[in-house]
């Protein structure tokens, strides 16, 4: 068994292997101060140009989401006890509120449950029924048709046209009294 720790200060760090037998078993130096290795091959890629506006502009959005996200402090009021106490009470009148909703609803929610085994309780023995009482698990169709034609109505596309002829015969007259009004 060994376990294994780092140690070292500034630039530079060390591996101790510690042994079973309690005593340190070996020192693997890692990096002792020196500079990186430069790798051989391919050169490197330049750095990246930069531009001072975009530097700038940088910048400006770090400060904004930085400002953004810094949890505000929290002032802490110092209520009045009947202030406290008029909280309390409208806190309690929502709460009831909202259960006598959640109520009102699960009844309705019965009621049609109820409603819904008295249909399948009413149904004839045998095939409808015992098709009635299976549960349908299947999810709703995500593209199911509606029907987006509606049969043709008589005289429709006629009373359409008469209308705008008769609009535009309207809208020549009025063109023609605005236009001798020009002169």
Known sequence: EHAAFGV?????????????????SGVRHMAKGKAPVKKRGAASAPAAPTHAGLA?????????LMAAITPKEIVKENLT???????????????????HQHRMWQKEMMEKIRCKRAAMAALPEGFIRDEAMKEDHA???L????PKETPNIEGYFQRKQQRAEEASTAGDA?????SRREK
Do not use: C, W
């Open 8 to 24: 070292g200060g500034a630039g530079t760090a060390a591996l101790v292997l510690v042994g079973g037998g309690g005593g340190v």
């Open 56 to 64: 700038a502009a940088v910048e400006k959005n770090m400060a904004i």
């Open 81 to 99: 006890p009947e202030q406290l106490a008029d909280y309390e009470a409208k806190a309690k009148t929502y709460s009831r509120n909202k259960m």
């Open 139 to 141: 999810l709703f169709p």
């Open 143 to 146: 593209n199911r048709h509606m």
């Open 174 to 178: 009025d063109a023609g009294r605005s």
